[in-house]
């Protein structure tokens, strides 16, 4: 499918009664019946038994009197075939491997049933004993197709295969009782088949809707996890952004100051950049600042390390412990970093290219220090740089007066 919702609304509007689920949703579909089934199996099933017992105390308690010679003996027979088709249909109901395909021996089942009622209400003497047993087989039409919430194909085989002793109709003693089984038996089934494919095409249109609300809500599941990613990153450049790296500072800060470990960060600003916009453009400097952020994430390997855009021109990284020495080093590789791009800039009083100034400061958080002072050192350090001639670097440590000026 495409477009899912916009396949499902066409889908929807222009269903027909009884239209076959599409074959991508077949699988889904009979997933979704076989659920269905499972559960009347565990829930429902016990009431089968339950269902010929109180058939048998019915015909036990209101034709005791007829019950007896041929007649008791045809009875017991048959129900004793009846009660094994049962519980035989019971237990095979509940191997999962026959589970699979229940809608193709339940039919042959329920037809097994129907026939031994009409064979036993063709050959019973007594005619009160033979209208109950034309009742009880209506009864067992419904209970089978409907309770049993069998597709129309399947209750149609199983009402076909219990209506094949009718085709004796001709050489039965009384025809015109055996008319009138047929009759009621037909008329039933008609009902029962209409039920049943209103039931289905009920059930195939809440499947289709539910898909359709599945697929929705994954949609929107999917929209909301992209919203969110699209918060926490730089549109131009790809980078996260400057919540991102706040949110990473406030926690690494903390860690730090747990593990008495080093946290540095390292403040990056691109040299004369309004400069560049004046002489270029601002796509042109658009296209500058996403070659910087993929220099950055060049020299910017380690899962902790977080490299952000900090706004505008500027960009920031922070490293979780890593010491003056190694903030540094990885600072002189970005300045080599950005100038081996080699982007024109004709503009710049620094160089004949785009360059970067970087301010470093490092610390172990102690004391009554916080996350702000080490940004506002590594601040400090990229005004150093920049006061410095820019195209270099300074490293400070919070709480020390003083920064190295280190050229790349």
Not at 371 to 397: F, V
Request: overall charge neutral.
């Amino acid at each position: 499918m495409g477009d899912p919702r916009h396949d499902f609304d066409q889908l929807l509007q222009q269903r027909r009664w009884l239209d076959p689920i599409p074959l991508e949703l077949q699988r889904a579909y009979r997933a979704q019946r076989l659920e269905e089934f499972n559960r009347l199996v565990k829930l429902w099933g016990p009431l089968l038994p339950i269902s010929f017992i109180a058939f048998q105390a019915f015909t036990l308690i209101f034709y005791t009197a007829e019950l007896h010679g041929p007649d008791l003996t045809l009875l017991f027979s048959t129900e004793g075939v009846v009660v094994v088709a049962i519980l035989l249909g019971l237990l095979v109901a509940h191997q999962p491997a026959w589970r699979l395909s229940y809608e193709k021996w339940i039919p042959w089942v329920l037809g097994l049933i129907l026939a031994i009622k009409v064979v036993a209400g063709f050959n019973l003497a007594s005619a009160f004993l033979a209208i109950n047993q034309v009742y009880i087989t209506l009864l067992v039409v419904l209970i089978g197709t409907l309770s049993l919430q069998l597709p129309i194909r399947a209750c149609l085989k199983g009402c076909v295969l219990g209506g094949l002793p009718f085709l004796a109709l001709p050489w039965v003693a009384n025809l015109h009782y055996g008319l009138l089984f047929f009759g009621h038996y037909v008329l039933t089934t008609t009902v029962v088949m209409s039920v049943v494919a209103m039931r289905e095409d009920k059930d195939r249109m809440m499947f289709l809707q539910s898909m359709q609300l599945s697929h929705e809500r994954q949609e929107v599941q999917r929209l909301n996890v992209e919203l969110a990613e699209l918060a926490r990153k730089d549109a131009l450049t790809g980078l996260p952004n400057r919540r991102v790296f706040d949110e990473a500072l406030r926690s690494e800060w903390d860690r730090a100051r747990r593990h008495r470990a080093s946290l540095a960060l390292l403040m990056i600003d691109v040299d004369h950049f309004k400069r560049y916009n004046d002489r270029y453009g601002h796509p042109a400097g658009d296209h500058c600042l996403v070659e910087i952020a993929g220099a950055i994430g060049g020299v910017v390997r380690r899962p902790g390390d977080v490299a952000a855009r900090y706004g505008g021109e500027e960009f920031v990284i922070l490293l979780p412990g890593t010491n003056a020495e190694g903030a540094c080093e990885l600072a002189a590789r970005l300045i080599h970093k950005v100038d081996a791009l080699r982007l024109p800039h004709e503009a710049s009083l620094t160089a004949p290219h785009v360059t970067v100034s970087i301010g470093v400061s490092v610390c172990v958080p102690l004391g009554a220090t916080s996350a702000q002072s080490l940004t506002d050192e590594a601040d400090a350090a990229l005004y150093a740089a920049k006061a410095a001639g820019r195209h270099t670097l300074q490293c400070r440590t919070v709480g020390q007066a003083d920064g190295d000026q280190l050229s790349p």
